[in-house]
């Protein structure tokens, strides 16, 4: 049974710092690219960062410069550093892991809310 478990959400002030943790098992997390995804009220889902087998990451335009994706293999954790927070991060953080072989697996947590306000 695959699991995604996020952590490290929660209310931080404008210009802050998070650290968001995921804590993967049942995958072969190794070869599993691994992403961040947020939601704010309203809006859809969207691609924050992911980081693939291999160490490649992509960031989307918004956070690039402020966000950093990591992941341990040895321990199935994926992190997701926020630095200089602003009011439009605002938004529950899903972390998800793709996997490609003979069929495509895509698993999400459920998710870990992170509020940048004064």
């Known amino acids: 049974q695959v699991q995604l478990v996020e952590s490290g959400g929660g209310l931080v002030q404008p210009g802050g710092s998070l650290r968001l943790s995921c804590a993967a098992s049942?995958?072969?997390?190794?070869?599993?690219?691994m992403g961040w995804y947020r939601q704010a009220p309203g809006k859809q889902r969207e691609l924050v960062a992911d980081i693939g087998s291999g160490g490649s990451t992509i960031y989307t335009d918004s956070v690039k410069g402020r966000f950093t994706i990591s992941r341990d293999n040895a321990k199935k954790m994926v992190y997701l550093q926020m630095n200089s927070l602003k009011p439009e991060d605002t938004a529950v953080y899903y972390c998800n892991a793709l996997l490609i072989l003979s069929s495509r697996e895509d698993y999400w947590g459920k998710g870990t809310l992170v509020t940048v306000s004064s």
């Open positions: 049942g995958i072969l997390f190794s070869i599993s690219k």
